[in-house]
């Protein structure tokens, strides 16, 4: 109930083209999912953020699609840039709470020059 | 401001020895947390303090491990007896309010990668 799952656990992308990032939750409490980007050797960061009562977040070249009834949301990076490379987390909280997230488990995220 | 600080970057300690692990927030912030992430793995909620207090401790191994932040000076992760099982990096991160969280999210430090040999 209280997990996050995110697929793929790694993924390869041109110069240019579409990164997808898929994550799905069970506990129906969970109201706030962020995403956060993560570089080697460094915390990660919040990259975009999305509440359940929205369907779709953008922000520059990073879009959120929120599906509340199928319990998934996914990260959209277009034109995606080398400088991309990093590992995404998806996460999930409930904002009644302890401000604390549950991650998914990180994707693996390369863009090919 | 220097963002979350964390120290060491690096430690290694032998099994049955006792590691310590430090974090300085943002200031202004009195919300800290601390996660840890093992190889290939998300990261874990492990305990959420505020000054002087303990505020959810749910996600603590129930030995060895402890937390504090005291009124002055940094917030310490203290792991007793250490295993192999503990090497993993440990994250600390801190907000200042509750519109903050939601605006901004925390703000990690880079972390202290725990290796015990």
């Known amino acids: 109930q209280q997990q996050v799952k995110q697929s793929p656990q790694s993924l390869i992308v041109q110069k240019g083209g579409i990164s997808i990032i898929n994550c799905a939750y069970e506990?129906?409490?969970?109201?706030?999912f962020p995403w956060y980007q993560q570089f080697p050797g460094k915390g990660p960061a919040l990259l975009i953020a999305?509440?359940?009562?929205?369907s779709e977040k953008k922000e520059g070249r990073f879009t959120i699609s929120f599906n509340k009834s199928a319990k998934q949301f996914s990260l959209h990076i277009m034109d995606s840039q080398p400088g991309d490379s990093a590992t995404y987390f998806c996460a999930a909280s409930i904002t009644s709470g302890t401000y604390k997230y549950i991650f998914g488990t990180g994707t693996r995220l390369k863009v090919l020059a | 401001n220097a963002g979350v600080m964390q120290n060491p970057r690096h430690l290694v300690r032998r099994r049955g020895q006792e590691a310590r692990l430090r974090c300085s927030p943002m200031?202004?912030?009195?919300?800290v947390y601390w996660y840890r992430q093992l190889p290939e793995e998300g990261l874990k909620f492990m305990v959420y303090?505020?000054?002087?207090?303990?505020?959810?401790e749910s996600g603590m191994p129930k030995e060895r491990f402890s937390a504090e932040f005291p009124k002055e000076g940094p917030s310490i992760l203290r792991i007793q007896q250490v295993v192999r099982g503990d090497s993993a990096a440990y994250f600390c991160a801190s907000f200042p309010s509750r519109e903050a969280w939601f605006n901004y999210g925390y703000t990690f430090g880079s972390g202290t990668r725990l290796t015990v040999v």
């Open positions: 999305i509440r359940p009562d929205v």
């Open positions: 200031k202004g912030h009195s919300h």
């Open positions: 506990n129906t409490a969970f109201d706030y």
């Open positions: 303090l505020q000054k002087e207090n303990i505020i959810d």
